[in-house]
């Protein structure tokens, strides 16, 4: 067989449509890059994303908050233990216990307050644990309802007696400083959060009681010694508390700091305070507080 060869402008006209061929592909691959990137995976490479922005609440902060308070305290207990001091050396206290006679009530005041806080946060992703300090003055007065009480008991001794006793209390200029744990967590600027801790403080607590009394009253007339049995008045006092006597005990709540810059932030909160009894006082506070800080 004889083989056929073509001719040589044949032989470079197809030489010349696959150069063509070839800077076409070489030129859509150049011009077009995303195109083929979004159908191989292979081809896409990385690509940059803009930096990561947070509000970061890690570091040292302080600020002040001004607020509205509401004190309130029971006294119903108060008169116990100066009553019973006073009829120490009595039959009275032995056999009908006085002491135990409940003489004032409770008190409230609604009034302002102010104060500030210093603290440290760690942040954990949007978690934030912390623990923070805070001073208040509370310039709430507490004063306790006075209800008097008469009664005419028998003193275990063949003496009857008309007792009345009365008394006053209160609980003034209190200060307290609170140390409690916070947790919250981070959405965008806003940090709502709750806490829990101690609280010590002090305040100016007065309580006083009287006992006024008749052993065998008359049914009718004047009371005198010559009465048969013998009429005798008598009156005893006391009194317990202090100014800038301690308290403590603990506190809750929660509330929401607002980054409004970037060392900058606001914040609303609602505390529970409630104090251990002293002296026979139980006594607490609710506030609502504004404020404002710096974090560094």
């Known amino acids: 067989m004889i083989a056929r060869e073509w001719p040589l402008?044949?032989?470079?006209?197809?030489?010349?449509?696959?150069?063509?061929?070839?800077?076409c592909a070489l030129l859509i691959l150049g011009l077009s890059p995303?195109?083929?990137?979004?159908d191989f995976d292979i081809l896409r490479g990385s690509e940059s994303v803009g930096p990561a922005t947070f509000t970061n609440w890690t570091g040292f902060y302080f600020g002040g908050q001004w607020g509205y308070t509401d004190g309130f305290a029971d006294f119903s207990a108060a008169t116990s233990g100066p009553i019973a001091y006073a009829l120490r050396d009595t039959s009275l206290e032995?056999?009908?216990?006085?002491?135990?006679?409940?003489?004032?009530?409770?008190?409230?005041?609604?009034?302002?307050?102010?104060?500030?806080?210093?603290?440290?946060?760690?942040?954990?992703?949007?978690?934030?644990?912390?623990?923070?300090?805070?001073?208040?003055?509370?310039?709430?007065?507490?004063?306790?309802?006075?209800?008097p009480l008469t009664r005419v008991v028998a003193?275990?001794?063949?003496?009857?007696?008309?007792?009345?006793?009365?008394?006053?209390?209160?609980?003034?200029?209190?200060?307290?400083?609170?140390?409690?744990?916070?947790?919250?967590?981070?959405?965008?600027?806003?940090?709502?959060?709750?806490f829990l801790g101690?609280?010590?403080?002090?305040?100016?607590?007065?309580?006083?009681?009287?006992?006024?009394?008749?052993?065998?009253?008359?049914?009718?007339g004047v009371?005198?010694?010559?009465?048969?049995?013998?009429c005798v008045p008598f009156s005893f006092s006391?009194?317990?508390?202090?100014p800038n006597e301690l308290l403590y005990g603990g506190v809750i709540g929660a509330g929401v700091d607002v980054?409004?810059?970037?060392?900058?932030?606001?914040?609303?909160?609602?505390?529970?305070?409630?104090?251990?009894p002293v002296s026979n006082v139980v006594a607490g506070a609710t506030t609502i507080r504004i404020g404002g800080g710096l974090k560094f």
């Open 34 to 38: 995303r195109a083929f990137a979004q």
């Open 9 to 23: 402008a044949a032989r470079q006209g197809m030489k010349g449509r696959q150069m063509r061929w070839l800077i």
């Open 238 to 242: 006391g009194s317990i508390g202090r």
């Open 94 to 147: 032995d056999t009908v216990s006085p002491s135990d006679w409940p003489v004032l009530g409770h008190a409230s005041s609604a009034r302002q307050s102010f104060g500030g806080f210093f603290g440290y946060n760690t942040q954990w992703q949007d978690l934030m644990l912390g623990v923070e300090a805070d001073l208040e003055h509370a310039t709430f007065d507490l004063n306790a309802s006075n209800y």
């Open 198 to 220: 101690f609280a010590v403080g002090e305040g100016d607590l007065a309580v006083t009681a009287t006992v006024n009394g008749i052993q065998n009253p008359p049914s009718s």
């Open 155 to 194: 003193d275990g001794a063949g003496n009857t007696d008309e007792l009345t006793l009365s008394g006053s209390g209160s609980l003034n200029n209190v200060n307290y400083v609170t140390l409690r744990g916070r947790a919250g967590w981070i959405l965008g600027n806003f940090l709502p959060y709750g």
């Open 223 to 230: 009371c005198s010694s010559k009465n048969t049995p013998p």
């Open 259 to 276: 980054a409004v810059m970037r060392n900058v932030f606001l914040r609303g909160e609602f505390e529970y305070l409630s104090f251990a």
